[in-house]
T-cell receptor, first 111, second 110 residues
Framework: NAGVTQTPKFQVLKTGQSMTLQCAQDMNHEYMSWYRQDPGMGLRLIHYSVGAGITDQGEVPNGYNVSRSTTEDFPLRLLSAAPSQTSVYFC??????????FGSGTRLTVV | RKEVEQDPGPFNVPEGATVAFNCTYSNSASQSFFWYRQDCRKEPKLLMSVYSSGNEDGRFTAQLNRASQYISLLIRDSKLSDSATYLCVVRGGATNKLIFGTGTLLAVQP
């Protein structure tokens, strides 16, 4: 049982580049979310999903897309990277009514 | 006003001390409450859920006050290994989203 797996752990992008952050869970969790964490801002919700085929926007969705074609996978796409997207990104999953299990995070720097 | 507010600290306490953190939330329809622990440069990890009647897990006690809309975390007999940031998390009513506070930093000193 690997839990929540995020790749890559570190990434440097140039402004304007696109990329996909991968997230997979093997716990058959319905709910999955992407958060970003910035100093002094706490964890802010980017997008979330309550099941395969269903996604919705969180607090800071601009510049990001998600899809949920399977229960296990919830990739986050950066469409055109900007320095403001430099952050630590966490993927998390949970069952209804429980707390989240987090992946180990992706540290993204946009230059 | 933020949906979930915490005192950022830091709380500097000696080993063996008892320390308490509070967290207030603005949505009276909130239904689930949690405390997470986050070590430096690591992911948040679930410490404990918070139940209406209050609950205890070893040296940790969590309580919920719905009337005043706050939750608390009490740590007894603090250990050096308790040093971390403690995040308060609230599941908002109709949206079912989990909202995180910005965290309270605890530093336990020898």
């Amino acid at each position: 049982n690997a839990g929540v797996t995020q790749t890559p752990k570190f990434q440097v992008l140039k402004t304007g580049q696109s990329m996909t952050l991968q997230c997979a869970q093997d716990m058959n969790h319905e709910y999955m979310s992407w958060y970003r964490q910035d100093p002094g801002m706490g964890l802010r919700l980017i997008h979330y999903s309550v099941g395969a085929g269903i996604t919705d926007q969180g607090e800071v969705p601009n510049g990001y897309n998600v899809s949920r074609s399977t229960t296990e996978d919830f990739p986050l796409r950066l469409l055109s990277a900007a320095p403001s997207q430099t952050s630590v990104y966490f993927c998390a999953s949970r069952l209804q009514g429980t707390g989240y299990t987090f992946g180990s995070g992706t540290r993204l720097t946009v230059v | 006003r933020k949906e979930v507010e915490q005192d950022p600290g830091p709380f500097n306490v000696p080993e063996g001390a008892t320390v308490a953190f509070n967290c207030t939330y603005s949505n009276s329809a909130s239904q689930s409450f949690f405390w997470y622990r986050q070590d430096c440069r690591k992911e948040p990890k679930l410490l404990m859920s918070v139940y209406s009647s209050g609950n205890e897990d070893g040296r940790f006690t969590a309580q919920l006050n719905r009337a005043s809309q706050y939750i608390s975390l009490l740590i007894r007999d603090s250990k050096l290994s308790d040093s971390a940031t403690y995040l308060c998390v609230v599941r908002g009513g109709a949206t079912n989203k989990l909202i995180f506070g910005t965290g309270t930093l605890l530093a336990v000193q020898p």
